[in-house]
């Protein structure tokens, strides 16, 4: 008789403003997880899954002694969390095959060797060999269908998925680096998540590109959704879409048509040099506030995220630019502000690298929009406290607050209450702090992070770096930093093997160890 296997499956997160608490409220929810958990054969397999961004640091000692297997993966800057796992999970149950994928293992995937006994950089049906080959064939799930049954997370939104990559190549952009080719699912497949999710408030497309380059299944898409949405499955749906959707007239009607309630864009900047330099040229076509506007005119909220190259942009012109989002109502205020990231693999982390950019002793923790690792144009003092103000747009707040009425007046009758709501929150948060930034920095073990300084090199580590239990010595090393430079500011000899410019590890030739 077959076995029943038990496999454990987490999200592994670091959180950038170095709270301790999950974030269940945070949309997107990681569904990553859920999708893996496909590749096991559900008659044989007993699965558990856990998100570290929805539910905090995973410490449930008495977990880690119960499975045979787990599957952890990540962001690229979740990394140092996934050594972590692997040190936990080795220590009280050995004889756990530790699988671990996603961003961080496609980034660095010579240097995981260390750290698990499975490297998967490719896709999640990568996951289906390693199953076969560890326990049989007997224990694989050919349909690899989402299990979003296992997901406590989601709750009103389900989350599916149409397409993967993007078939555009903007510098600063983990797709690029990676270098895959964007595909689309079949619409049977489509058809398959979204009756899985089962009734929502909202179904929210985590594809990077909905909209992509294959016309005909853009609007197949768009006649399934309608279909789904008449017959009253969800009540609307989102999807992030790249700016090229805008250029045709009709496909705003057509998703609006369908039930389409917001779309999300990558603006980046309002600034055409920095746009250029991003090599996101998609953004250029339209001037940015007539699209806006056009897609609010025609129902639809507009979602977007700000990045600040301060590399090469001063603290005024940045600051310029920010007075004008918060003084121009026709526009919503970004959903997020960061400091441009130069995320491994991509060309803006070699131009950056080429260009003698970085800090000394950058940790990859620290990649993440939050945390100084680039000399800045303007000094490291002026930065820090752009930093420190950003997150509440300390300055702005009559501005933002005269924005938040000017824009409910503008579109009141235009859209909906909840799409009101969700379109003028990001000015509600930013006006009531305590709201967004409820950092939660007092750990759950009792410990409190010290004082963040904002910048890489003196940046502490956190208190997530100290094991919860005493570890054998071996396991020591992986509660160390990643460190991506060194004291000169130069690539480390530990990430060399995978990132070395022209010597980088092709990532169609590493697969499972
Ligand atoms: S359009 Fe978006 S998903 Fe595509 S490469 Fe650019 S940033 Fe990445």
């Given amino acids: 008789m077959t076995r029943k296997i038990r496999v454990l499956i987490i999200n592994c997160y670091l959180d950038e403003t170095r709270r301790f608490k999950g974030r269940p409220h945070f949309i997107p929810q990681a569904v990553g997880p859920a999708y893996l958990a496909g590749a096991f054969a559900p008659q044989h397999a007993e699965l558990k899954l856990y998100s570290e961004l929805h539910s905090g640091p995973f410490e449930d000692e008495k977990l880690m002694s119960w499975p045979d297997m787990v599957v952890i993966t990540g962001m690229t800057t979740a990394f140092d969390r996934m050594r972590h796992m692997s040190a936990y999970f080795r220590t009280k149950n050995p004889k756990a095959v530790m699988v671990a994928g996603g961003q961080a293992i496609r980034a660095l995937p010579e240097r995981s060797r260390e750290f698990f006994d499975y490297v998967c950089i490719g896709d999640v ?13 007997a224990y694989v799930s050919p349909a690899m269908d989402p299990r979003f049954d296992l997901i406590n997370w989601m709750g009103f939104i389900g989350y599916v998925e149409s397409s993967r990559n993007c078939n555009f190549k903007c510098s600063f952009c983990t797709l690029t680096g990676e270098g895959n080719k964007y595909s689309v699912y079949d619409i049977d497949h489509l058809a398959r998540q979204i009756e899985a999710v089962g009734r929502r408030t909202c179904i929210l497309f985590v594809d990077n590109n909905f909209y992509g380059n294959d016309r005909d299944f853009f609007h197949a898409k768009l006649d399934l959704l309608k279909t789904y949405w008449k017959k009253k499955a969800f009540g609307g749906w989102s999807a992030l879409v790249t700016n090229d959707f805008f250029a045709k007239e009709e496909n705003l009607r057509l998703a609006r048509e369908s039930g389409c309630l917001a779309l ?10 920095q746009l250029t330099r991003f090599r996101k ?46 003084r121009t109502p026709e526009i919503p205020l970004p959903a997020f502000m960061n400091l441009t990231i130069p995320i491994l693999r991509t060309p803006y982390f070699y131009e950056c690298l080429d260009e003698g950019l970085f800090l000394p002793n950058t940790k990859l923790r620290d990649m993440d929009g939050n945390t100084l690792v680039l000399k800045p144009k303007d000094s490291v003092e002026e930065v820090v406290q752009f930093l420190r103000d950003m997150p509440t747009l ?24 909840p799409q009101m709501i969700s379109a003028v929150g990001n000015s509600a948060l930013l006006c009531l702090p305590a709201l967004a930034h409820n950092h939660g920095t007092l750990f759950k073990r009792g410990k409190k992070s010290e004082p963040r300084t904002y910048v890489t090199g003196s940046e502490p580590i956190g208190p997530l770096y100290k094991p919860l239990f005493s570890l054998p010595d071996r396991f020591q090393s992986y509660f160390e930093p990643t460190m991506v430079t060194d ?26 160890n």
């Fill in 394 to 417: 300390r300055g702005y707040k009559r501005q933002v607050a005269k924005h938040a009425v000017n824009f409910y007046r503008h579109y009141r009758k235009k859209l909906t209450i």
């Fill in 264 to 273: 999300f864009s990558g603006v980046e900047s309002f600034d055409a040099e």
């Fill in 125 to 137: 049906e990568e996951l289906q060999d390693v199953v076969r080959e560890v326990f049989g064939q």
């Fill in 487 to 512: 004291a000169d500011g130069q690539l480390c000899d530990e990430l060399r093997p995978d990132l070395e410019q022209n010597k980088a590890v092709p990532l169609a030739r590493v697969s499972v």
């Fill in 281 to 326: 040229k998609q953004n250029l076509i339209l001037p940015q506030v007539q699209t806006i506007r056009n897609c609010l005119d025609n129902g639809v909220v507009f979602q977007y995220g700000v990045i600040f190259d301060t590399t090469k942009r001063s603290l005024a012109e940045i600051h310029d630019e920010i007075d004008f989002i918060t």
